[in-house]
């Protein structure tokens, strides 16, 4: 178990380094660097004429004339180091004040979309997968195909209309107008709680239609096994017996596979972010590359795949805490 | 001994046995095609994607008017659906009601209304602006067209632009675009998950870490982050072809794995070493003697990452880091769906979505048809 863990944790941390440099090019890669920007979004209106030379100023006291593997291990060091993910300058801060709580709001957004992914997508696939051929397994099946086609921005763009249509009510934002910008509180958080199901529903949409068929298909395949036969020969309840053998596998590829369904989810929150007007970080990500503030565009990124990585390593604890096999092999 | 009279077959046991010769001596893909006939869903979408290729290819034939035309008469104008009768009687000929201005009562603002009292009559092949049809054979003909003034089946954009004719370039634009993605991804995935495959090794531990990291990065972000890097002032003709090479090289790690994997399990048969042992290159032995055994395979991923370039374009451009106007694609005309109030005031602006869900369902079950089709140990026949 210990060389399994070592050997995970090596794997996440090479992971780690080539998604930074990764997301650091990317940084890189628009025309133009962060010193025409600041200068430009500084002195823009104000009359100040900039010239090449302000322009080279700036980008020798920022440290951005050195060569790029310098900038890559200044920027990297600052984030491991000091937690410093360096200046914004559409907002003419610091990163870190623009993410600032929002990245609580994200994480909060996701443990809630992945609840509900799991409590939607578990039981009812295995439902269909016991119930193979009935009205209401084909039901699921055509729902969960509709689920992959409909993507979730249009599915969010639906329940705008319809919401403002039948009940003339808006269903965007995570917050009511007088909580917005109050500090937190337990009302507050209640008034989040109630806003969030909407975008966990919209951003769980295609995570939900996937997983649906995942256990359908496993649960379908574990039910003819002999196991469950033998198991059925000796007369156990046939609740219980489902839920010993054949369910309990079924879970497994739902579990090995969570990583993916953080990415499909923030994969998806940028643009669901942008239709229903939630203010967090998918928002703020498509907002900073549409300014190209690369900065907080990359720290964002970062940041998600960090999560990503990290939802990786733990699915893998889980599996190999749920599945023999997997621990002994190592 | 006897001799066993030869009864003269009868008509069926001629049938039957001509039946199993055709499927003993059938090819692979004779085979293929067969059993993906039976498919009756894949059939369905693959006449209605057929459909869609056609009418997104003559476009210029089809769509009575220009992408970019536009009736300042009419604004948001809702859509005009051709009827037969109407209060003042029946007509053979289709017709739809023509529009006159009138000022609002309450706003003051002057309007433009269908007016039940005049018939603007339906008619096939009329003359329209000059186009080129596939980009080389200048045409004036239109599918139809109204005798006087125009006909807007799914009503206009602010701008006064035909809601059905932009569909119809957009589909051109969408569908092309996938398809120039897959075809850039699929030549990514092959020379890299060929390497990786068939070198084996350190070389392939290393490729697998990169197709890694970029499987983990969330695709829409790294999408937006490729897209946000082309410059503003690029045309729409770079832009394009920009999008198809970030769609595909984003695209390639799902089917390098494939190929990979594919490659690394026969890497070992005794034909390919006698290849090597005959001295053939690694890319004539991957190339002829191994692909063709999972070129099926290929066929149908390629066919199942359709529908995920499709969706990526929509997004991007719907939220204005992809295609800009004035290229109309899907998710550039729903962007002008994007807000509460448009949606409210004209819901037609929200058509060009059902196109896309209707394309990737179509391309979703054919690729599970060619799946089935494709799989040698599925039911013979």
């Known amino acids: ?330 | 001994m006897t001799d066993m009279p030869q009864t003269p077959e009868t008509r069926t046991e001629r049938r039957e046995r001509e039946r199993r010769e055709a499927y003993y001596s059938a090819s692979q893909w004779t085979l293929i095609w067969w059993r993906f006939r039976r498919h009756r869903a894949a059939m369905a979408a693959s006449a209605i994607l057929g459909l869609m290729i056609i009418l997104g290819l003559f476009a210029e034939f089809f769509a009575p008017y220009g992408p970019t035309e536009r009736n300042r008469d009419y604004l948001y104008g809702a859509p005009q659906m051709p009827m037969f009768c109407d209060q003042n009687g029946c007509s053979l000929r289709a017709f739809v009601h023509g529009t006159r201005t009138e000022r609002d009562p309450v706003t003051l603002r002057s309007r433009t209304v269908p007016d039940p009292q005049t018939r603007r009559y339906v008619q096939f092949f009329v003359e329209g602006q000059p186009a080129k049809l596939l980009g080389v054979i200048p045409t004036r003909t239109r599918l139809f067209g109204l005798d006087e003034g125009r006909i807007h089946l799914w009503g206009t954009d602010e701008l006064g632009r035909d809601v059905f004719s932009r569909t119809l370039y957009a589909t051109r634009t969408s569908l092309s675009i996938g398809v120039l993605g897959v075809i850039i991804s699929f030549v990514l995935a092959l020379a890299i998950g060929g390497i990786a495959g068939y070198a084996g090794g350190l070389t392939d531990s290393a490729i697998q870490r990169v197709t890694e990291v970029v499987r983990v990065i969330p695709v829409i972000p790294l999408y937006m982050g490729l897209a946000a890097a082309m410059p503003r002032e690029w045309s729409g003709l770079q832009v394009y072809f920009a999008m198809t090479v970030i769609l595909g090289a984003v695209g390639w790690p799902t089917l390098a794995r494939r190929v990979r994997s594919q490659l690394l399990s026969i890497r070992g048969e005794d034909y390919v070493t006698a290849a090597r042992l005959a001295g053939a290159r690694p890319s004539r032995i991957i190339g002829t003697h191994m692909l063709p055994s999972f070129t099926s395979f290929i066929i149908v991923d390629l066919v199942i990452s359709f529908p995920y370039m499709i969706l990526s374009e929509t997004a991007l451009s719907f939220v204005g880091l992809g295609l800009r106007p004035p290229a109309v694609s899907w998710g550039v005309m729903l962007q002008q769906a994007q807000s509460i109030r448009v949606i409210e005031q004209a819901p037609w602006l929200f058509i060009p979505a059902l196109f896309v869900v209707v394309a990737v369902l179509a391309f979703t079950v054919i690729g599970d048809g060619l799946r089935d089709a494709a799989d040698p140990y599925s039911e013979a026949r």
């Open chain 1, 1 to 330: 178990m210990a060389v399994f863990l070592i050997r995970r944790l090596l794997g996440m941390a090479l992971t780690l380094l080539l998604v930074s440099l990764m997301v650091f090019l990317i940084m890189e890669l628009p025309p133009g660097d962060y010193a025409e920007r600041y200068a430009f979004r500084k002195f823009s209106g104000t009359g100040v004429a900039v010239t090449p030379a302000d322009i080279q100023a700036i980008r020798i006291e920022l440290g951005l004339d050195a060569p790029m593997m310098v900038r890559y291990a200044n920027w990297i060091s600052g984030i491991v180091l000091r937690g410093d993910f360096g200046q914004a300058y559409s907002f003419l801060t610091s990163v870190n004040n623009v993410i600032g709580d929002k990245v609580w709001l994200t994480l909060g957004l996701l443990v809630a979309t992945l609840l509900l992914t799991y409590l939607i997508a578990i039981p009812v696939g295995l439902y269909a997968a016991v119930r193979r051929g009935s009205g209401a397994d084909y039901g699921l099946t055509i729902i969960s195909y509709l689920g992959l086609a409909l993507p979730n921005f249009l599915l969010a763009l639906l329940l705008l209309y319809f919401a403002n249509r039948w009940f003339g009510a808006s269903i965007g934002g995570l917050f009511s107008d007088q909580y917005r910008d109050a500090p937190w509180s337990l009302a507050k958080f209640w008034d989040l709680v109630k806003h969030l199901w909407i975008p966990a529903l919209v951003l769980g949409w295609s995570a939900i239609a996937y997983q649906l068929q995942t256990v359908r298909a496993t649960m379908s395949d574990e039910i003819g096994k002999l196991s469950v036969m033998a198991a059925r020969a000796r007369g156990l309840p046939e609740t219980r017996l489902m839920v010993k053998y054949p369910a309990r596998l079924a879970v497994n590829p739902v579990v090995s596979t969570i990583g993916f369904d953080v990415n499909r989810i923030f994969s998806e929150l940028p643009i669901v972010a942008a239709v229903l007007g939630l203010t967090e970080l998918g928002d703020l990500l498509l907002k900073s590359f549409l300014d190209l503030d690369m900065n907080v565009a990359g720290a964002i990124l970062l940041l998600l795949t960090v999560v990503i990585v990290v939802m990786n390593f733990v699915s893998d604890l889980l599996l190999a805490w749920l599945d023999p096999r997997i621990r002994l092999e190592g």
